[in-house]
């Protein structure tokens, strides 16, 4: 028996150990089960070739072991029970796996610090036989884990200034209200869906969180739109209304359904109706304002407003602002946003 233990070592160029036929348990048993070579994982559990975690009932010897093999296992559970394993020497899988194994770059997002992190790995199946830094990757392969970086921490991750969210928002508004199927959808969700063609484009070269920072979103989203988008954008659904006063009032977009315009009382005296965008297809929301800038009316009816609730408006706001100026009839009145008119 001995002499056949030899003959075998000498076959497969192996040195003839005095632990005989154990130094060949698990290279024998790795030829008869390929898929069950196992890479310790931690604690007693392990990961097979074959991508099946499996571990041992209790703590042993070989639950220390780099790499086993499994001769049977039983299905219990995620994880499997090894009923019976043998260790396999590391130097065996590179002198007769390594033309099985693969050599993958891994190029993903880290959550924990904000950046790249870019791997190469040597691996059998699923088993990671060898890792190490990957000091180059492209600028493709950046990009992409910096979009999947945004995928998973949403648009968050942007400096979002008033003026990008406004104009999120007004193409929020023209794609609920042009349904004509042309304009974006910016909706969260929608963006994210079309992340590879208003994002990826412009993340080449950066590495970490910081880098997306520095993006203007609102550049990224403009470029979205086509020359006549744009100019239909300025035109029905305007950054600002000029008010009777002359005042220059930005229109809030934040409800796509109900744009709004909040502006002091005194300065919309003489206007007859509400004021209207998308091609007069929707009213604003006017918050109207007592001059402390707080709401005294919220009409979409301007015109109403004028003939029923400004009189007992007018009450209230002369006895708390008595300088200011509260005419009889706003329609023939001078709108101001000062206390009062200019003689």
């Known amino acids: 028996m001995r002499q056949e233990i030899k003959k075998l070592h000498a076959q ?10 154990l130094d060949l348990c698990g290279l024998l048993l790795s030829f008869a ?19 099946r975690g499996v571990k041992f009932p209790a703590m042993q010897p070989l639950s220390r072991a780099r790499y086993v093999v499994v001769a049977a296992v ?47 790995k040597l691996k059998l199946g699923a088993m990671v036989i060898k890792e190490q830094a990957y000091p180059n990757p492209t600028g493709e392969e950046t990009a992409l884990a910096l979009l999947q ?29 042009e349904r004509d199927g042309s304009w974006p959808d910016v909706s969260d969700e929608g963006l994210m869906d079309r992340a590879d063609e208003w994002l990826l484009p412009y993340l080449n070269g950066l590495r970490n969180r910081n880098d997306i920072r520095r993006l203007a979103p609102g550049t990224l989203l403009e470029h979205m739109l086509s020359w006549e988008q744009k100019q239909l954008l300025h035109k029905e659904a305007p950054t600002h209304i000029r008010v009777p006063s002359g005042s220059m009032i930005p229109v809030n977009y934040s409800d ?20 209207r965008i998308a ?54 009145a001078t709108a101001t946003h000062r206390t009062r008119p200019k003689a």
């Open 12 to 21: 497969l160029d192996i040195a003839y150990s005095t632990r005989g036929d």
């Open 33 to 51: 089960y390929p898929d069950r070579m196992a890479k310790n994982r931690g604690g007693s559990g392990f990961l097979m070739r074959s991508g």
């Open 74 to 120: 039983d299905d219990q559970g995620a994880d499997g029970n090894i009923q019976l394993a043998a260790e396999l020497d590391e130097r065996f899988l590179d002198k007769y796996y390594r033309n099985e194994m693969e050599s993958h770059k891994e190029v993903i997002w880290d959550a924990v610090s904000g950046s790249i992190r870019a791997r190469q």
């Open 149 to 177: 970086g945004v995928q998973q921490e949403g648009l968050g991750l942007f400096q979002w200034s008033k003026a990008a969210l406004q104009l999120r928002e007004r193409m929020a508004f023209m794609f609920r209200h």
């Open 256 to 275: 796509p359904e109900q744009p709004f315009l909040a502006v002091r009382l005194q300065e919309m005296f003489g206007l007859q109706d509400t004021p």
């Open 279 to 332: 091609g007069g297809k929707v009213a604003l929301t006017l918050h109207l304002l007592s001059p402390a800038q707080r709401p005294v009316q919220v009409t979409s009816d301007l015109s109403s407003f004028w003939r029923n609730g400004y009189f007992e408006v007018k009450k209230d706001l002369k006895g708390r602002y008595p300088k200011h100026y509260w005419p009889d009839d706003p329609l023939e």
